[in-house]
């Protein structure tokens, strides 16, 4: 069995060094537009923007993914650990809703009023980062 779980343990290092990645890519050509607007294929570069984003986010949110009825072996850190992030309950929620709503479902009521649900789901992202990462 120990074979097993090492064997998961690698699966979901390798699903969060991508996540890492995509969020360097996205980091990387977000800065490159900051310090020049005058890209070449600024559209290319916009689209892969956003997908970077997109995974990065999504892959984040199946990394903090608790077990349910339906899916009781979500491959997540509450499935490798007994672990707890108490006190983080909302930030990981909002994380939760941003793939939900936006990322995986495209929930039309969320979509038709966009800004008000990035207001709700607002978090102070570097604080909540660090905090999270920490653990307890």
């Known amino acids: 069995m120990r074979k097993q779980e090492n064997k998961d343990f690698d699966i979901f290092v390798g699903n969060l060094l991508s996540s890492y990645r995509e969020f360097s890519y996205w980091y990387f050509i977000t800065e490159s537009f ?16 956003t ?41 990981l929620n909002k994380l939760k809703d941003v793939r939900d709503k936006i990322l995986m479902h495209s929930e039309v009521e969320t979509l038709r009023d966009i800004d008000f ?20």
């Open 34 to 49: 900051r310090n020049n607007e005058d890209v070449k294929n600024k559209t290319f570069w916009l689209t892969t923007r």
């Open 51 to 91: 997908s970077f984003l997109k995974s990065c986010m999504s892959g984040l949110a199946k990394t903090f993914e608790k077990q349910n009825g339906r899916f009781p072996d979500v491959l997540s850190i509450y499935y490798l650990l007994d672990i707890q992030f108490a006190g983080f309950e909302d930030t």
């Open 117 to 136: 649900f990035y207001e709700k789901n607002r978090t102070n992202s570097q604080h909540d980062s660090r905090l999270i990462c920490k653990g307890n």
